[in-house]
């Protein structure tokens, strides 16, 4: 079974251009997770989904930030406009339920210039 | 709240020493508790996890942690280094039911040949 894949893998934009993550998770299942992993931190939730609701998003910048999971499959992070302080790795994970361990993509490093 | 601290943002060990990544949880109830590795460029994947059961968690590539709930510890060793063991590692704790995953800020482990 293949593991969960993000696309692209490095991006390069100039502040206040919009930016979209993509994420394809492993196919059984239903939770997925967007993360945040900043330099020399480790990865902070952005925002949960159980299927293709969005239960945990308090982390999420709402201003900038958006997030969609159509389908309960694949999901997209959106940022409009990006700022310099976004520059970043955004990481996808997808477990079996809330309560089992995370399986993580190879994550999206975002420079913001 | 729940919070992960790992003691040392960076370990190195010679090769073929043993190694010592430490990791305390802060919870009134013991967590499930996770190790994962990220190597450069890299998603994070599980070591092993604890959930409530043996104490002694054995992991892949020879690793294990032990929980200690007195201490609020759960401590990753592994008896022998290999060159290939560089990477950064990271100790997670989530609430026993509960669904967020906290991430420590991670360690660095060097092996020196």
């Known amino acids: 079974e293949a593991g969960v894949v993000q696309s692209p893998r490095y991006k390069i934009i100039e502040k206040k251009q919009p930016v979209a993550f993509w994420c394809n998770p492993i196919s059984s299942h239903n939770t997925l997770y967007w993360y945040l992993q900043n330099l020399g931190q480790g990865p902070e939730l952005l925002i949960r989904?159980?299927?293709?609701?969005?239960?945990?998003d308090s982390q999420l910048p709402k201003d900038r930030f958006s997030a969609e999971r159509l389908k309960g499959v694949d999901s997209t992070l959106k940022i409009q406009p990006a700022e310099l302080g976004d520059s970043a790795v955004y990481l996808c994970?997808?477990?079996?339920?809330?309560?089992?361990?995370?399986?993580f993509g190879q994550g999206t490093r975002l420079t913001v210039v | 709240a729940q919070s992960v601290t790992q003691l040392g943002s960076h370990v190195s060990v010679s090769e073929g020493a043993l190694v010592l990544l430490r990791c305390n949880y802060s919870?009134?109830?013991?967590?499930?508790l996770f190790w994962y590795v990220q190597y450069p460029n890299q998603g994070l994947q599980l070591l092993l996890k604890?959930?409530?059961?043996?104490?002694l968690v054995k992991g892949i590539n020879g690793f294990e942690a032990e929980f200690k709930k007195s201490e609020t510890s759960f401590h990753l060793t592994k008896p022998s280094a290999h060159m290939s063991d560089a990477a950064e590692y990271f100790c997670?704790?989530?609430?026993?039911?509960?669904?967020?995953?906290?991430f420590g800020a991670g360690t660095r482990l060097f092996v020196k040949a």
């Open positions: 994970a997808s477990s079996l339920g809330s309560t089992t361990e995370a399986f």
């Open positions: 989904y159980e299927n293709e609701e969005a239960v945990d």
């Open positions: 604890y959930t409530s059961a043996a104490t």
């Open positions: 919870s009134s109830v013991p967590p499930y």
């Open positions: 997670a704790a989530q609430e026993a039911g509960g669904f967020k995953t906290i």
